[in-house]
């Protein structure tokens, strides 16, 4: 530590504080004890706990456990933090003492301090006063549950926008045939616009999950104190808790029906996480699908043309790559680490009370914040711009090997698979080759082989 400090005092001894912090004891002492990552707690989750405490002291004014004075001094404390001051004294490390007792104090100690300064006469104590009726134990989870739906409305917002536009591109693609590909072989003929479609569907999917897994995350068990049982917490304190939090954050909140298991297990949180984690592996699947169809563009697919947004070789001049989806698929893998920690951390839940919960909120909000970024900006910056080029499409359509299957109802199986085994041989397409070769005449093989036709279910040449 460098610079003036001040002499502070905690339940361990003496410490010496910065001279200007607005923070106290048990902040400097997590300060020194975790020099861990240099990453600081997620701002959201700050707002949080902030809200916790400025809710708590609004409810206890109510009652009258709080004076009115410090009840309000609190209020404004919390105020001026949710409006952007003071942020800096926010100073312990993501990784620190379980449960998040290192956070809940430095808020506490901040907001003490400010409400202190802001009286005329008296003191406002981070624990007696901001922390009344609280634990870090109820807290910090019902933090992680409030900042986790904050951080998704967001996040949600933006895979729902990807969604849309991608809902519009399938309609615009809609004409184009493309040859289908299974294993990366020739397969069956679809429509640009039934692969694009399938992609949105796949991110609505995605969406409706977490969603759905969310709606626990409403349940809050603030109110249970120490290990969910609510000593030292008026009888009245968890419902207008939730009433005031509700009124703060603008969610439909509930209160939980038993705080004691709201303590003990993160699930809620891993349940998120977990369906987070598979919305962002069919994000993956899109780009890695995107990145393939544009490959070329000599010597690829190039099926599809993606928007340039910056060069692609520091020595190949005139190179672009698909840095839009490189980035997505980056981001997936990042996500799916950031589940495989939370999942970890909630297995380890001890008894009453999971004392992880300081890395499963960082990643689950870091994996709701960095996929939600990634959508928009693939939505942006890649979806909305691609471009089919239509020569490579019927190119590499008209020369599948996988056409004969439409004749398969007419020729029979045999008969087709030999044929694709000539093609493949020659080079020469299925349509040329049935029609050099006498299996069909040209009238026929048009009829059987209508490329638009074999997207659609029936028997390739029969009517209806």
Partial sequence: MTGPTRRERDPLGTV??????????????????????????????????????????????????????????????????????????????????????????????????????????????PNDHVNMAQSTNDVIPTAIRLATLDRLRLALQSIDALAATLRVRALEFDDYVKAGRTHLQDAMPIRLGQEVAAWAGSLERGARRVRESADYLLDLGIGGTAVGTGVNAEPVYPARMVVELTRLTDLPLREGADRVQLMQSMGDVAAVSAAWRVLAIDLGKIASDLRLMASGPRTGLDELRLPAVQPGSSIMPGKVNPSIPEMVNQVVFQVMGHDATVSAAAEQGQLELNVMMPVIAHNVLSAVRILGNAAAVLEAKTVREMQPNPAMLSYWVERSAALATALAPRIGYAEAAALTKRSVESGESIRSLVVREGVLSAEEAERLLDLTRMTEPGVPGQDG
């Avoid at 400025?54 to 105020?79: C, E, F, N, Q």
């Avoid at 926010?90 to 400010?114: I, K, P, Y």
Wanted: glycine fraction near 10%.
């Fill in 16 to 125: 010496e504080v910065p001279a200007d912090a607005l923070y106290g004891a048990q902040t400097a002492r997590a300060v020194a004890n975790f020099p861990i990552s240099g990453l600081r707690p997620d701002p959201v989750f700050i707002d949080a706990v902030v809200r916790i405490k400025r809710a708590a002291a609004s409810v206890h004014k109510g009652t009258g456990r709080l004076d009115a004075a410090r009840a309000d001094a609190i209020i404004a404390a919390a105020d001026a933090v949710l409006g952007g001051a003071h942020r800096d004294q926010f100073v312990v490390d993501v990784f620190q003492a379980g449960a998040g007792t290192s956070l809940n104090m430095n808020v506490n100690e901040v907001l003490a301090t400010l409400a202190t300064r802001a009286l005329d006469g008296g003191a406002v104590h």
